[in-house]
């Protein structure tokens, strides 16, 4: 007899996809443009991975489980209209300090303006692009997916992820160019 038995099904599920829960709802908010839309699409996405849950084969939990979450923002976008624009959330995106110096930053209120000016500037970029290449972005630049990784999550060739990651990136520097440099093309 076994002295340690399996852990139930629930708990094995916990423990591989709840660190993922950031990715996933990080990918949400990007495909829905909503923090109040992705929670809910995150929620609906956990619930359909959980009953999917023993049909996943090996250990690729991550990809597999923002799969479903693309996948439930797709079907979510479908069923609603998107009218409204999402204005800045402070507490969503505000300015978190990477480099380790945030005392010394915290003192200056210009760099922390400009800083906080450059997050608008790139989050209203990446927002405005078509969702093909927001969600490949947002994959690979933010959640930091591998090509592999972004290849199973889509479904789709690996020459197609470099193709819409490379138009994705070069509308991204355009959107950002033309409004730094005040033009309106």
Request: hydrophobic letters at 45%; glycine letters at 4%; proline letters at 5%.
């Amino acid at each position: 007899m076994n002295a340690n038995p399996p852990a139930p099904r629930s708990e094995r599920f916990a423990a591989l996809a709840l660190p993922h829960l950031d990715a996933a709802y990080n990918l949400a908010r990007w495909l829905t443009r909503n923090d109040s839309d992705a929670q809910d699409v995150v929620q609906d996405a956990y619930l359909r991975a959980f009953r999917a849950f023993d049909g996943l084969r090996g250990d690729a939990m991550r990809p597999w489980l923002l799969a479903i979450v693309r996948n439930a923002s797709l079907s979510w976008l479908a069923q609603r209209h998107r009218g409204r624009e999402l204005s800045y959330d402070e507490d969503l995106h505000g300015d978190k300090d990477a480099d380790g110096d945030a005392a010394a930053q915290a003192l200056d209120p210009q760099v922390l303006l400009m800083r906080a000016q450059d997050k608008r500037r790139l989050d209203a970029a990446i927002d405005s692009l078509p969702l093909a290449f927001r969600e490949v972005i947002v994959l690979r630049e933010l959640q930091e997916c591998s090509y592999e990784e972004i290849v199973r999550i889509l479904g789709v060739p690996p020459g197609t992820v470099m193709s819409r990651l490379a138009r994705g990136r070069a509308r991204l520097l355009r959107l950002l160019a033309t409004e730094a440099h005040g033009s309106t093309r």
